[in-house]
């Protein structure tokens, strides 16, 4: 198979993007248009049309077959779909006469030429596209793609694989039934999720591979759920089987002293290099949850990430290195059932084309059961296929009958060479059958009998292929059976080595191997910069060309207005605070990416990190041009609308490198809602689970301004919950997740520069602001930021008199400065205000530290604008009193079913509330 490279130049052809003002003559770091050259209009051939013209009526019964075809396809291993009617293919309807000879040249694309009698085309067609593969093409986005998918399907059914193929495909599905067989054998109780029935995807992967080596694809990467994982895993990815087995006796698949309480053995991964015909190919297999389809956004991030790292494709300085997806490959393996029902599917699916999302097109495997749990088809989607999600986009499927593993290594050759081609996406659907229930120790005839009588009387995939292949002379049953004894007894010797294996540390290798496991206490990082060297990042953060218009407004509110704080050293709002740490830490060898729905101005148009020229629509991002030689850049993704499949993409791009600074901020704090499953999954837990380190930040906005229920909180809640921060003993740094909420300019700064200061990775929530943006009180000063600052967990009090302080009141975010305001107005100089800047880890020294300034204090209250049964007060009021040996008072909003209230009266009502009981104590 040619390289990408190759077979672009060959054609002629790359996809186009379909937008035409996502443009900028610097450049947008993170998408090279170079990379997406102008679409070449097409053509088909003038004799080739002349003769679809002077024999239409044919060439209307060819675009049928093309086109509905695969209703009468024998795609199903079990014989139980019925075969749509199919009108459309129907000669008559065409006025085609049965005594007539025709022509197929130029029309069909068969190996057997000449003049043909009407019943001989029909069977020639039906040969074609009504076999054991049938293809779905019609609906693709241009008449290249139509016609060259159609002529190379047709050339495929005379593609022949040699003996020596077939005997390797024999080989590596009786063994992955073997495998299937031993576990049964060995470990009665396990669910493993066999292979059994969808063994031809063992002959899937093991042709994947070797088309990746010779298209000089250096590094593939997959998501795959349950189902099969362990013989993709035993079979081909060299994973340890001792290790495995391991597992499935109860020990922890990594060493004793690993930080990690492991996941179980259906969602084992592996990081390996193969190697074929002498070249190595790296193969990551991501870790997956058990929510099914959770782990393909993911593992679409990381390949962008792995992009990233080897700067090739939208990360490329050269031409050369310039094509996406040259270099890595993305493979999805979906379930049939999942795959129509999980909105996560839509979602990624709709980021292949987008700028700052694209990775050059995935590999998608559907191993079709033709059943969920206990679930059929029937009743288990709408349309016909489980895979008729793929035409939204524009992406072809190849359906196979799994019975047949040498078509499924065909409809992949096919497939490969239609991404390498045209760099999309393109699925293959596997149809199949499951020969257990969901797990083995279910029995799927409580609630489909009549599916089971079929599967039970059926015999295996690989025992019917190698008596196929012995009926043809191709292969002797003796070598099979003596090479899967062979097999076995290697089991066997595994299964005795169990119990003694030593797993091996594999995480924290490679580009990670300079970081470490997070300590056990709270660390302390100087996150300061000079000053001058600020000074210079924000004067060149709102830098533009000479011939660039930029909006009037901005002129004034954002450029001369960030100018003029510069220029006095104080009254840094947050924008500012915020460019200037992405600089330095882009001067110090990091690459940051800013992704969201419109993070480029900002939901609160505060940011502006991505200019657009009034006159031209171009695009222009400032702190990409600090430097003439500049080596490490900004890359503002501005994201669909989307959060799951979004936030997981991030979080993906944040496993691969620990040298990005990755951050996704959602537009309001509430709506990470929709990313629930990947926060669960994998932001909170992915390190407890798997050793990943992540140092994704969340950006939240967060804050009670009368926006209504979903415009108010970021559900500090959860994430306070999901942390394993300990009420009854002191945090250290190896706590899964930071939550921090803060109140100052300064503090944001150096919490983005610790992410990638520390030498260790930790999730960052931040419960961002939204009206503290633009305060003129929540602004900081450029010493607040020089060398030997840092983040302070906690702020004291430093206008109240300690000795005349007889009530503290404790609080976080921008409730701080409401609280403040009151206490001037009442004059209360007998209160002091302490702010939590970050609640987990808990900082239980700092905070006795602070109060313990506060001699004569005899009440402690803890002040929220959330209600009760919300925001820190659960998590607060424990520790305290466990850590810091302080009894809380609780002053704030009473128990609530919503995060807040709609009525803009009720809300002030709400707030007079909170400052009376805060201060009547």
């Given at each position: 198979?040619?390289s990408?490279?190759?077979?672009?130049?060959?054609?002629g052809?790359?996809?186009?993007?379909?937008?035409?003002?996502?443009?900028a003559?610097t450049?947008?770091y993170g998408?090279?248009?170079?990379?997406?050259?102008t679409l070449?209009?097409?053509?088909?051939?003038?004799?080739?049309?002349?003769k679809?013209?002077?024999?239409a009526?044919?060439s209307?019964l060819?675009?049928a077959?093309r086109?509905?075809?695969?209703?009468?396809?024998?795609?199903?291993p079990?014989?139980l779909?019925?075969?749509?009617p199919?009108?459309?293919?129907?000669?008559?309807?065409?006025?085609?006469?049965?005594t007539s000879?025709f022509?197929?040249?130029?029309?069909?694309?068969?190996?057997?030429k000449?003049?043909k009698?009407?019943?001989?085309?029909?069977?020639a067609?039906?040969?074609?596209?009504?076999?054991?593969t049938?293809?779905?093409?019609?609906?693709?986005?241009t008449?290249?793609?139509?016609?060259?998918?159609?002529?190379?399907?047709?050339?495929?059914r005379?593609?022949?694989?040699?003996?020596?193929?077939?005997?390797?495909?024999?080989k590596?599905?009786?063994k992955?039934?073997?495998?299937?067989?031993f576990?049964?054998?060995?470990f009665?109780?396990?669910?493993?999720?066999?292979?059994e029935?969808?063994?031809?995807?063992?002959a899937f992967f093991?042709?994947?591979?070797?088309?990746s080596?010779?298209?000089?694809?250096?590094?593939?990467?997959i998501?795959?759920?349950?189902?099969g994982?362990?013989?993709?895993l035993?079979?081909?990815?060299?994973?340890?089987?001792?290790?495995?087995?391991?597992k499935?006796?109860?020990?922890?698949?990594?060493?004793?002293?690993?930080?990690?309480?492991?996941?179980?053995?259906s969602?084992?991964?592996?990081?390996?290099?193969?190697?074929?015909?002498?070249k190595?190919?790296?193969?990551?297999?991501?870790?997956?949850?058990?929510?099914?389809?959770a782990?393909?956004?993911?593992?679409?991030?990381k390949?962008?990430?792995?992009?990233?790292?080897?700067?090739?494709?939208d990360?490329s300085a050269?031409?050369?290195?310039?094509i996406?997806?040259?270099?890595?490959?993305?493979?999805?393996v979906?379930?049939?059932?999942?795959?129509?029902?999980q909105?996560?599917?839509?979602?990624?699916?709709?980021?292949?084309?987008?700028?700052?999302f694209?990775?050059?097109?995935?590999?998608h495997?559907v191993?079709?059961?033709?059943?969920?749990?206990?679930?059929p088809?029937?009743q288990?989607?709408?349309?016909?296929y489980?895979?008729?999600i793929?035409?939204?986009?524009g992406?072809?499927?190849l359906?196979?009958?799994?019975?047949?593993?040498?078509?499924?290594?065909?409809?992949?050759?096919?497939a490969?060479?239609y991404?390498?081609?045209?760099?999309?996406?393109?699925?293959?659907?596997?149809?199949?059958?499951?020969?257990?229930g969901?797990n083995?120790?279910?029995?799927?005839?409580?609630?489909?009998?009549?599916?089971y009588s079929?599967?039970?009387?059926?015999?295996?995939?690989?025992?019917?292929?190698?008596?196929?292949?012995s009926?043809?002379?191709?292969?002797?049953?003796?070598?099979?059976?003596?090479?899967v004894?062979?097999?076995?007894?290697?089991?066997n010797n595994s299964?005795?080595e169990?119990?003694?294996?030593e797993p091996?540390?594999?995480?924290?290798?490679?580009?990670?191997?300079?970081?470490?496991?997070?300590?056990?206490?709270?660390?302390?990082?100087?996150?300061?910069?000079?000053q001058?060297?600020?000074?210079?990042?924000?004067?060149?953060?709102?830098?533009?060309p000479e011939?660039?218009?930029?909006?009037?407004?901005?002129?004034?509110?954002?450029?001369g207005?960030?100018?003029?704080?510069?220029?006095?050293?104080?009254?840094?709002?947050?924008?500012?605070s915020?460019a200037?740490?992405?600089?330095?830490?882009?001067?110090q060898?990091?690459?940051?990416?800013l992704?969201?729905?419109d993070?480029?101005?900002?939901t609160?148009?505060?940011?502006?990190?991505?200019?657009?020229?009034?006159?031209?629509?171009?695009?222009?991002?400032?702190?990409?041009c600090?430097y003439?030689?500049?080596?490490h850049f900004?890359?503002?993704?501005?994201?669909?609308?989307?959060?799951?499949?979004?936030?997981?993409?991030?979080y993906?791009?944040?496993?691969e490198?620990?040298?990005?600074?990755i951050?996704?901020?959602?537009?309001?704090?509430?709506?990470?809602?929709?990313?629930q499953?990947?926060i669960?999954?994998y932001?909170?837990?992915?390190?407890?689970?798997?050793?990943l380190?992540?140092?994704?930040?969340?950006?939240?906005?967060h804050?009670?301004d009368?926006?209504?229920p979903?415009?108010?909180?970021?559900?500090?809640?959860?994430?306070?919950?999901?942390?394993?921060?300990?009420?009854?003993?002191?945090?250290?740094d190896?706590?899964?997740?930071?939550?921090?909420?803060?109140?100052?300019?300064?503090?944001y700064?150096?919490?983005?520069?610790r992410?990638?200061?520390?030498?260790?990775?930790?999730p960052l929530i931040?419960?961002?602001?939204?009206?503290?943006?633009?305060?003129?009180?929540?602004?900081s000063s450029?010493?607040?930021?020089?060398?030997?600052?840092?983040?302070?967990?906690?702020?004291?009090?430093?206008?109240?008199?300690?000795?005349?302080?007889?009530?503290?009141?404790?609080?976080?975010g921008?409730?701080y400065?409401?609280?403040?305001?009151?206490?001037?107005?009442?004059?209360?100089?007998?209160?002091a205000?302490?702010?939590?800047e970050?609640?987990?880890?808990?900082?239980?020294?700092?905070?006795?530290?602070?109060l313990?300034?506060?001699?004569?204090a005899?009440k402690f209250?803890w002040?929220?604008?959330?209600h009760q049964?919300?925001g820190?007060?659960?998590?607060?009021?424990?520790?305290f009193?466990?850590?810091?040996?302080?009894?809380?008072?609780?002053?704030?909003?009473q128990n609530?079913?919503?995060?807040?209230?709609?009525v803009?009266q009720?809300?002030?009502?709400e707030?007079?509330?909170?400052?009376e009981?805060?201060?009547?104590f």
């Open positions: 198979m040619l990408r490279s190759a077979f672009l130049k060959s054609t052809f790359i996809h186009r993007l379909p937008r035409s003002l996502y443009h003559k450049g947008i998408y090279k248009p170079a990379a997406q050259q070449q209009e097409f053509k088909v051939d003038r004799e080739v049309l002349s679809r013209i002077e024999n009526a044919l209307q060819v675009e077959y086109s509905h075809g695969h209703k009468k396809a024998k795609i199903d079990l014989g779909q019925v075969p749509s199919t009108p459309e293919l129907n000669p008559e309807l065409y006025g085609l006469c049965s000879k022509d197929l040249s130029g029309i069909l694309n068969t190996a057997d000449g003049s009698s009407l019943d001989e085309v029909i069977s067609l039906e040969s074609i596209y009504c076999g054991a049938s293809a779905e093409c019609s609906h693709l986005e008449l290249e793609e139509r016609e060259w998918f159609a002529q190379k399907f047709e050339e495929s005379s593609w022949q694989l040699t003996d020596s193929e077939k005997i390797e495909i024999a590596l599905i009786a992955s039934q073997s495998f299937d067989n576990l049964a054998t060995k009665t109780t396990l669910k493993r999720y066999s292979g029935g969808a063994e031809s995807m063992i093991n042709e994947l591979f070797k088309l080596s010779n298209s000089n694809i250096e590094q593939v990467m998501a795959i759920a349950h189902r994982r362990l013989n993709l035993s079979g081909l990815l060299d994973y340890p089987k001792a290790l495995m087995f391991r499935m006796r109860g020990k922890t698949e990594y060493p004793e002293s690993a930080p990690s309480t492991g996941d179980v053995v969602h084992l991964y592996q990081s390996v290099d193969l190697q074929y015909e002498g190595s190919l790296h193969v990551s297999l991501i870790p997956n949850p058990s929510h099914l389809e782990n393909v956004p993911v593992v679409i991030g390949v962008r990430g792995r992009q990233q790292t080897l700067a090739e494709g990360y050269s031409e050369q290195e310039s996406v997806g040259q270099k890595v490959l993305c493979v999805q979906h379930g049939d059932a999942a795959i129509s029902a909105g996560v599917i839509q979602e990624s699916l709709g980021l292949w084309n987008l700028p700052h694209r990775v050059g097109g995935s590999i495997l191993i079709n059961n033709q059943l969920g749990f206990t679930t088809a029937e288990g989607r709408s349309s016909l489980s895979t008729d793929a035409k939204s986009n992406f072809p499927i359906h196979v009958n799994g019975d047949h593993p040498e078509e499924v290594v065909k409809a992949l050759r096919l490969m060479s991404r390498q081609t045209f760099g999309k996406d393109v699925f293959v659907d596997l149809i199949c059958f499951r020969r257990w969901h083995e120790l279910d029995d799927p005839s409580f609630t489909n009998p009549g599916l079929i599967i039970g009387s059926k015999p295996s995939v690989p025992d019917s292929y190698v008596q196929k292949l009926e043809e002379g191709i292969l002797d049953k003796e070598t099979i059976s003596k090479e004894s062979t097999y076995y007894e290697a089991l299964l005795k169990a119990d003694t294996h091996k540390q594999f995480h924290l290798q490679a580009h990670w191997k300079d970081l470490v496991d997070a300590p056990s206490h709270i660390s302390t990082w100087d996150t300061g910069v000079d001058e060297l600020l000074r210079f990042i924000a004067a060149k953060s709102v830098q533009v011939d660039f218009k930029v909006h009037s407004t901005l002129l004034k509110s954002h450029i207005s960030r100018l003029k704080k510069l220029e006095e050293g104080a009254g840094v709002d947050w924008a500012t915020e200037m740490a992405i600089g330095s830490l882009m001067t060898g990091f690459n940051v990416r992704c969201g729905q993070v480029g101005r900002g609160f148009s505060h940011r502006h990190a991505m200019l657009v020229d009034q006159n031209t629509d171009q695009l222009h991002v400032p702190l990409n600090i003439s030689d500049q080596k900004l890359e503002v993704a501005n994201s669909p609308l989307s959060e799951e499949a979004v936030l997981a993409f991030e993906g791009m944040s496993i490198n620990p040298h990005s600074l951050v996704w901020e959602a537009q309001f704090g509430d709506f990470y809602n929709g990313a499953i990947m669960d999954t932001v909170t837990s992915g390190e407890v689970k798997w050793l380190q992540s140092g994704l930040v969340m950006m939240l906005p804050g009670y009368g926006a209504g979903e415009h108010s909180s970021c559900h500090m809640e959860r994430f306070l919950q999901s942390c394993d921060s300990k009420e009854d003993g002191i945090d250290g190896n706590i899964n997740i930071q939550l921090a909420h803060p109140t100052t300019p300064a503090q700064f150096h919490l983005l520069r992410q990638m200061i520390r030498n260790f990775r930790k931040i419960a961002s602001p939204k009206v503290l943006l633009r305060l003129p009180a929540a602004t450029l010493s607040e930021m020089a060398p030997g600052t840092s983040f302070q967990p906690v702020i004291g009090d430093q206008q109240a008199d300690p000795n005349k302080v007889d009530k503290v009141i404790v609080c976080c921008k409730h400065y409401t609280l403040v305001n009151e206490r001037q107005r009442l004059q209360a100089d007998n209160i205000i302490v702010r939590i970050q609640l987990c880890p808990f900082p239980a020294e700092e905070i006795q530290l602070n313990s300034k506060f001699k004569n005899k209250v002040s929220q604008e959330e049964n919300m820190a007060w659960f998590f607060v009021a424990p520790r009193a466990n850590l810091v040996g302080c009894n809380l008072t609780y002053a704030g909003r609530l079913g919503t995060p807040a209230v709609g803009g009720i809300h002030q009502a707030v007079k509330m909170i400052m009981n805060t201060f009547s």
